[in-house]
């Protein structure tokens, strides 16, 4: 069982900036593909972005434009999620995922565990 926590979210004013950070309890954390995936009120959750256990391949979610960046530290147990210019349309509430087969995907039914999510909110 691995236990994720995130943190970082809050209250941000549109073209700000957050880092959340996602920590994994497993040591075998270096192996899992990890992703972001967000959820607005009354939308399906949805991918946000990838990155393999090596860091070495990152997938974003085409609309995002280069605005966020996903990156992990396997010494730390931790990913990343920086973002960048943030709109009114990225408040959501944001939980990584873990899975363990190999490969990044978009549908969240690949994965097998969850953090219980960090809320943000961009607004004037």
């Known amino acids: 069982q691995v236990l994720l926590l995130e943190s970082g979210g809050g209250l941000v004013q549109p073209g700000g900036s957050l880092k959340l950070s996602c920590t994994a309890s497993?040591?075998?954390?270096?192996?899992?593909?990890m992703a972001w995936f967000r959820q607005a009120p009354g939308r399906e959750r949805e991918f946000v972005s990838g990155?393999?256990?090596?860091?070495?391949?990152?997938v974003y979610q085409t609309s995002l434009n280069g605005r966020f960046r996903i990156s992990r530290d396997n010494a730390q147990n931790t990913i990343y999620l920086q973002m960048n210019n943030l709109k009114v349309e990225d408040t959501a509430t944001y939980y990584c995922?873990?899975?363990?087969?190999?490969?990044?995907?978009?549908?969240?039914?690949?994965?097998?565990?969850w953090g219980q999510g960090t809320q943000v909110t961009v607004s004037t």
């Open positions: 990155i393999n256990g090596s860091a070495t391949s990152q």
């Open positions: 995922a873990a899975k363990t087969t190999l490969g990044i995907e978009a549908q969240p039914d690949k994965y097998n565990f």
């Open positions: 497993d040591r075998t954390f270096f192996t899992y593909p």
